[in-house]
């Protein structure tokens, strides 16, 4: 079996699932050039909590977790099946890593994870295990989720971190004219140097290196899926590719990596 690379999802507002744009081109393109996955890990940003958890749902619900938006957008499904033997594996691996984990029987699917998928896999067919992540334990934790889990990426098992490369909605309203916030472009640019140049450390200190940090992300929560997704390449060479998927009203930037590993040179060869 084909190893998969871990992606990190950048999803933007909830209504991508109903004007996708340019990310749900690249998702799609995406998805048709990776072998088909077994399971699919998705670590979202919109699951937070104190110590991990991982979701064990035979069914998962799909979960409307936002308000103020069309009726259209609360009448999508995303009717995936769970994977509960996979989520007591991804438990048992987490917690012999140092990480204890707790299996939540009844999480669904946030907004943060079936709206990629509902553009990578839109038949909703390959089992979504969910996985939290814990903002106040820093990124270099969710490194360390993601490092765990890298060797489910040899067991046809896809790895997805799903958050925002930029994510500041105090800016919401204030870039809608086709103005860009001066800070995405130092910030992202940043960000894919330091990736490709598999500088995990600088990307883990980001809040102290990165230009205009603060702005980009006044609080961690939607780039630590980031941290999670560069763990799962499962070794120092990150084998990062940047993909380009444009910025959402002047401020959300919707760039989607992939990370091949070591086997990033045998993909360019």
């Not at 995405?184 to 940043?190: A, C, M």
């Amino acid at each position: 079996m084909s190893r998969l690379p871990s992606l990190y999802i950048s999803h933007g507002s909830p209504m991508t699932a109903l004007n996708p744009g340019l990310v749900g081109e690249r998702l799609a393109a995406l998805a048709a050039r990776l072998p088909r996955p077994r399971a699919i890990v998705m670590a979202s940003a919109h699951w937070l909590t104190h110590q991990p958890v991982v979701g064990g749902h035979a069914q998962p619900p799909t979960i409307h977790d936002f308000g103020g938006f069309p009726q259209a957008l609360f009448d999508l499904q995303y009717p995936a099946p769970g994977d509960p033997a996979l989520a007591q594996e991804i438990a048992q691996r987490l917690t012999a890593a140092g990480l204890p984990t707790a299996i939540d029987p009844q999480r669904g699917l946030d907004h943060g994870a079936w709206v990629p998928l509902r553009f990578l896999y839109p038949q909703a067919e390959i089992p979504v295990v969910p996985l939290a992540i814990q903002p106040l334990l820093g990124p270099a934790h969710q490194f360390a989720l993601g490092r765990a889990l890298a060797p489910l990426r040899e067991q046809g098992v896809l790895l997805i971190g799903s958050g925002s490369i930029t994510h500041n909605l105090h800016d919401w309203r204030s870039y809608q004219d086709g103005k860009e916030a001066p800070y995405v472009r130092p910030f992202i640019e940043w960000v894919e140097q330091r990736l490709q140049a598999d500088d995990s450390a600088a990307v883990l200190d980001y809040r102290r290196q990165a230009p205009h940090a603060a702005q980009a992300h006044p609080s961690d929560e939607h780039l630590q899926p980031l941290h999670v997704a560069m763990g799962a390449a499962g070794g120092d060479a990150l084998g990062a590719q940047r993909i380009d998927a444009g910025i959402d009203a002047g401020f959300l930037a919707m760039d989607i990596y992939r990370f091949d590993g070591a086997d990033a040179q045998q993909r360019a060869a």
